[in-house]
């Protein structure tokens, strides 16, 4: 099993940054990618960034690159994400998570041929005002 504790959720205005914080503990060798994903009011939860812990791959959806960051700190078992020039639209709950499955870009995109464990955080949310 993988615990994951995300912090760093606030309110900002629109133009703010924010970075957002998630350890991670338990049995972590089997992860082969931990990332964020997001959930507004209303909507399905999407993938927001996603990263190899094993090497330095990233991935973002088209609506956040060149904005947001993702990052880790192999030490302290935690992965950050660095979100710049915040648009209301980015207000969501954001959760941490975790997947046994190989490929990161197919489980951000939620593919229907994703297998294996997953893990998620509780979330902390993330507001940005206009």
């Known amino acids: 099993q993988v615990q994951l504790a995300e912090s760093g959720g606030d309110s900002v205005e629109t133009g703010g940054s924010l970075t957002l914080s998630c350890v991670a503990s338990g049995n972590t060798l089997p992860i082969n990618c931990m990332g964020w994903f997001r959930q507004a009011p209303g909507k399905e939860r999407e993938g927001v960034a996603g990263?190899?812990?094993?090497?330095?791959?990233?991935y973002y959806a088209d609506s956040v690159k060149d904005r947001f960051t993702i990052s880790q700190d192999h030490a302290k078992n935690t992965i950050y994400l660095r979100m710049n020039s915040l648009k209301p639209e980015d207000s969501a709950q954001y959760y941490c998570?975790?997947?046994?499955?190989?490929?990161?870009?197919?489980?951000?995109?939620?593919?229907?041929?994703?297998?294996?464990?997953?893990?998620w955080g509780q979330g902390t949310q993330v507001t940005v005002s206009s």
């Open positions: 998570a975790a997947t046994t499955w190989a490929l990161c870009g197919g489980w951000l995109r939620r593919e229907r041929n994703v297998a294996g464990n997953h893990y």
């Open positions: 990263i190899h812990p094993g090497g330095d791959s990233t």
